[in-house]
C-alpha cells in the first residue's frame, strides 16, 4: 500500500484510529456483480474513456490482479466514502479483455480496527491451501494476501471459491506476523514457484529491504532470506523473463513501488542482483505497480496507479487513474539488459478509424496532421531527424518533444538514442493522460495531463530544419465504457 505523498507509516496508523471510528463492516457484499455505485456513469466531461477509474471517490495502488476463467481481476485501493485517501478498502473490477472493465462490489472491507491495504492474489491450482471444494464443478481457490493496516502491520489472507464475488477471511490470520523492523511491514506479493514447488511472499519491511518468505499451503509462512536494495521502498512485485524472448536465458526482476528495478538470479528461495538499472518508467505520474498472476498466455502484464491524477479540482466525481496495461518484456541493449513496456494488444477492441500518412519530409511550418481531429488517440510513428533539431508532437495541447537525444513528454524526460538514424514513438492519448513509448518500449513516461473537450487539434511539426517522416499511424479510439 503506497502512502499519498510519502506519509509514513507512523503517520497513517494515526490516520486510520481517527479516521475509523471502530468501523467493522463485513468482509464482503453478498450480491453477486452488485454495482456498488448505482447512478453513475462514466460520461463525465473530464472521465478517461480507455483508463481504469473508479467508478466514484479515491482509488490509489492496483492490488490482488490475477486472472481466472475468462477474467482479469483488478483489485484496487479504495476508499469507498469520500473523495479524499483514507478508510482503505479493497475494490473490485473484472474484465475480459483488460480494456473493458466492470465494477463490481467492493472485496475486502476493513475489519478488527485496521484498514486492508495493498497485496496481491493467485490462483490456487492445486488447492494446496485445502480452502477449494471437492467435485467436478467445483472453483479453485483464488486467496488474497493484504496488509492489515491496525499497527503494527500484520499479513493476512482471505479467499474465494465462487470466481471472485465473495471472499472468506481466513480465521488463522495473521499468516505472518509483524516481523519488528519497522510497525508497517507491507504489500506482500505472493506467487507459485513451480521449480521448487513452494509459494513465495515478497514483502516490504522496512527501507532498503525486502523479505522473502516460503509456504506449502498459503497459511503457514517461513522466512528464508532478505533482499537489500538502496532505496528500496515498499510495493515489491517479482516476476520472471526471457531476455530477447529465448527461454534459454530466464532472469528474474524485482522492483518496489517507484519502479525502480534490479535484475537477477532466485532460486526460490535467495534473489542474487546482478544489475539495477534505476526506473522503468521516467514520467510523473507512475507509482506503485502491479503485474497479473495466471494470465493465460504467460505474458507479464503491468497496471500502476497514475498518482497525482487530481480530477475533483474539476468537478469529477472519482479521484486518480490507471495507467493502460503493459507487457513488460527484456531485451539486450548497449547499456545491458533492459525492461521494455508496451501497451497491450487488446487496445484493438476500441480502434474506431485508422489515418495512415505517407512517408513525408517536415519541415517548419508543416503538419501532415492538420486533417484529423479526434478525442482519444494511439499514434505511432517512425522518423528520421535529418536537419531538424527538434520534433514536435502537439497532441490536445499536450507537447511530446525529441531533439536528437532527449524525449520530453508532459511530465518527464529520458534520453533517448536514435537507432540507424531513426526514433519510434508511440503516443496514448486520454482525457487526463499521455503515455509515451519510445523505440519500442525501451523508454517508458506515463504521465496525468487534462485535455479541455473542445481542443482535438493535433499537429507534427519540425523545429531548426527538416525530419523524414517514414511513417506515421493515427489510430481514434472508441470509449471503452460505451
Not at 467493522?24 to 456483480?33: D, L, M, S
Not at 472521465?47 to 476463467?69: C, E, I, L, S
Not at 505517407?358 to 478525442?375: H, R, Y
Request: net charge positive; glycine share 10%.
Amino acid at each position: 500500500m503506497s502512502k499519498f505523498a510519502r506519509v509514513e507509516s507512523i503517520v497513517l496508523a494515526a490516520c486510520i484510529v481517527a479516521g475509523l471510528g471502530g468501523w467493522t463492516a463485513p468482509i464482503t457484499a453478498q450480491a453477486g456483480e452488485r454495482d456498488p455505485y448505482p447512478g453513475v456513469g462514466y460520461d463525465q466531461k473530464y472521465r478517461p474513456q480507455f483508463h481504469f477509474t473508479a467508478k466514484k471517490f479515491w482509488h490509489n495502488d492496483p492490488n490482488g490482479m490475477v486472472y481466472y476463467k475468462g477474467e482479469y481481476h483488478l483489485f484496487l485501493q479504495h476508499n469507498p466514502r469520500g473523495i479524499g485517501w483514507g478508510n482503505m478498502t479493497w475494490g473490485h473490477a473484472i474484465s475480459k479483455d483488460m480494456v473493458h472493465w466492470k465494477q463490481i462490489q467492493h472485496a475486502i472491507h476493513p475489519y478488527d480496527g485496521g484498514t486492508i491495504f495493498s497485496g496481491s492474489a493467485a490462483v490456487d491450482w492445486k488447492n494446496t491451501s485445502g480452502f477449494g471444494k471437492e467435485g467436478k464443478n467445483a472453483e479453485k481457490p483464488i486467496v488474497a494476501c493484504y496488509s492489515h493496516a491496525r499497527q503494527p502491520f500484520t499479513q493476512h489472507i482471505a479467499y474465494s471459491i465462487d470466481r471472485g464475488r465473495t471472499w472468506t477471511r481466513y480465521e488463522g490470520n495473521p499468516v505472518v506476523p509483524n516481523q519488528g523492523l519497522s510497525g508497517g511491514e507491507r504489500d506482500p506479493k505472493i506467487f507459485w514457484h513451480e521449480p521448487t514447488k513452494k509459494w513465495v511472499m515478497v514483502l516490504y519491511v522496512k527501507g532498503g529491504v525486502a523479505r522473502i518468505f516460503n509456504s506449502d499451503d498459503l497459511k503457514k509462512w517461513a522466512k528464508v532470506s532478505d533482499v537489500t536494495g538502496r532505496g528500496f521502498h515498499e510495493c515489491p512485485d517479482m516476476f520472471e523473463l526471457p531476455v530477447d524472448g529465448k527461454k534459454s536465458n530466464m532472469k528474474w526482476v524485482l522492483y518496489d513501488g517507484g519502479f525502480t528495478y534490479s535484475i537477477g538470479t532466485f532460486d526460490g528461495k535467495t534473489y542474487k542482483i546482478e544489475a539495477t538499472p534505476g526506473r522503468g518508467d521516467l514520467g510523473g505520474n507512475f507509482y506503485a505497480a502491479q503485474t497479473f498472476n495466471d494470465t493465460p498466455d504467460g505474458r507479464i502484464i503491468q497496471i500502476a496507479w497514475m498518482r497525482g491524477s487530481d480530477f475533483p479540482k474539476k468537478g469529477m466525481p472519482f479521484n486518480q487513474q490507471m495507467s493502460f496495461p503493459c507487457v513488460l518484456t527484456l531485451r539486450n541493449t548497449d547499456q545491458g539488459i533492459r525492461i521494455y513496456r508496451w501497451p497491450v494488444k487488446e487496445i484493438k477492441t476500441i480502434y474506431k478509424k485508422t489515418h495512415k500518412v505517407k512517408k513525408t519530409s517536415v519541415k517548419p511550418g508543416d503538419n501532415p496532421l492538420k486533417d484529423i481531429k479526434a478525442e482519444l488517440l494511439d499514434i505511432s510513428a517512425e522518423i528520421a531527424m535529418g536537419s531538424a533539431k527538434r520534433v514536435v508532437f502537439n497532441l490536445r495541447g499536450s507537447r511530446v518533444t525529441y531533439d536528437g537525444s532527449t524525449l520530453t513528454t508532459p511530465r518527464g524526460k529520458a534520453g533517448m538514442k536514435p537507432r540507424d538514424g531513426r526514433i519510434t514513438v508511440r503516443i496514448l492519448v486520454d482525457r487526463g493522460s499521455v503515455e509515451v513509448f519510445g523505440n519500442e518500449g525501451r523508454v517508458s513516461m506515463t504521465s496525468y495531463a487534462l485535455h479541455e473537450p473542445e481542443n482535438l487539434n493535433l499537429a507534427l511539426t519540425a523545429e531548426g530544419g527538416e525530419a523524414v517522416v517514414n511513417k506515421l499511424v493515427v489510430n481514434e479510439l472508441e470509449s471503452a465504457w460505451k
